[in-house]
């Protein structure tokens, strides 16, 4: 296999473009995937993933043309070259329809999208091993007249925290796994730059190039920070690689970097026993300065002799979206009767600052089936440098 390396040529990003919808309307229909406009990431969130629920993917569609818009949305899992591990392709059918811009379609709508039992397991094994990779979700539309915004990535269990007054890179590689040469151009989009910022790539806007059938193409993005930038700075960053002719997307690789030191807040955790010897946990999570990490960032350590050793389980989303206040549950158990469990709530947020509050310690003693609440208030108690 043949591999083909940018040069090092440093470009500003001023010469990149901005995310974000035009001014006005595209002459037909033309669906997109909204950004969330706190972080200027894409709007996908996988808001579901545990043993006990199938995956669901949130993302938000949009029509940003003049006629009204039908697409279907489709998820996968990419690897960091872009081959496609899972998707829900042969799963049910989702489809979506949209006024025009002007009545309600640049607003959006926020779909939730089943995925499968293979994508669920897929995630589960990667974040267990730390492993990046990436989100796809694109619509399927065969009236869209631009095809360049319906498709977009998110990157898992990569660095995303930056400091003031240093520098970072971020590399990705793309192989055509196609038997054809491909004559693809190279863009890179970006959310609102922080001031300050420098934004750099390995290829030129709109550098042309043939990638030859198996052969891989290496290039690498490098964030320059400011000493005096601010907690909170951040950007989002999308190296595209479009079909030359037809302009269809065919690689995304996505990079958030943010400025944060801050950690995410738990509160309002309760817990209570059920009849089948299972203890329900709830929790509600923020994260003010830049979001919570999705999929396994919510987590519930517990123990069972008195923190000698411990099991974890991932908490599933209840009601939010990971760049506000939302709320998480988890069952852990069952446990024999007398049993005595303490346990945390350990949350992360995409920089990697974690925050942790403790329950417990509960002594399961199962209720009837009848019995009422689900939860009931616990005192909350904070780590010792915290």
Known sequence: ???????????LATGFSVIGSADSASKGADMAIGFDTKTGRPNAFIAWRNSQRILEVEVEARNLGDKQATGRIFLAVLDETGKKLASNEDGATQMVTLPPRDKGGAEGRIVQVKGTLALNLLIDKLDRANKPYLLKAWIASPEDVNP???????????????????QYFRDYTYQNSSDQPINIEWSLDTSVQPSGWQISSSFKPNERITVKPGEFVHGFLKVVTPKDSKEGDHVDLRVVARDA?????????????????????????????????????????DDATSMLKEASGIRAEYSTDNGVTFSSRVMAYSAGNFVGPTSFTADIGPFAPGTTVVGRIVASDIAGNTDERSFGPVKVVPKPSAAAPRSSKVKLTQRDGK
Do not use: C, H
Not at 1 to 11: D, H
């Open 245 to 285: 002719s037809s302009k269809k997307v065919l690689y995304n690789y996505e990079w958030f970097v943010v400025n944060d030191s801050t950690p995410p807040n738990i509160k309002d955790v309760s817990q209570n026993v059920n009849s089948a010897s299972e203890i329900e946990l709830a929790a509600t999570v």
């Open 1 to 11: 296999m043949r591999r083909m390396v940018f040069g090092t040529m440093m470009l």
């Open 148 to 166: 360049a915004d319906n498709v977009m990535v998110k990157t898992f269990n990569v660095p995303s925290r930056a400091m003031a007054g240093a």
